[in-house]
């Protein structure tokens, strides 16, 4: 992913989101050749799937989504919101949950992997942030 769409300040166009759009399934076709990784590389591909099937790059349902993968959607979700982005600032604790809350009310993410980082939001947030260094 060429850095000058991760950093982007503002929207991106159709091409850009084409290529970050691409990223899960290249994690995929990279990882599924790494013998032992067979499993890891569909977590990882998964976790722009939506349980009703509007995600990509495959549209699984939620029944075809691991356990593992679902916990990455969540995961992957929740640092997107909390950490600073180029285009916006981090949200806070509340913010972050209040926009997964209405993903679960709109079948985005899987509701009781949010119930779980929910019940610790202050760990779960801690996990999300990136540590300041101390160089």
């Known amino acids: 992913m060429p850095d000058e769409i991760l950093d982007k300040p503002g929207g991106l166009d159709a091409h850009e989101r084409s290529l970050i759009n ?11 050749h790494i013998s032992g990784f067979e499993e890891i590389a569909c977590w990882a591909a998964y976790h722009h799937e939506e349980p009703d099937g509007h995600g990509y790059p495959f549209h699984l349902s939620g029944a075809s989504m691991s356990l593992e993968a679902r916990i990455l959607r969540v995961a992957d979700i929740f640092q997107a919101l909390a950490q600073d982005r180029p285009y916006r600032t981090g949200l806070s604790a509340a913010q972050v949950l209040a926009t997964l809350q209405d993903f679960v009310a709109h079948g985005r993410i899987d509701p009781e992997i949010l119930a779980i980082a929910a019940g610790d939001m ?12 101390s160089h």
């Open 22 to 32: 691409a990223h899960s399934f290249e994690t995929y076709q990279i990882l599924r």
């Open 122 to 133: 202050a760990g779960a947030m801690a996990a999300a942030l990136p540590v300041a260094s």
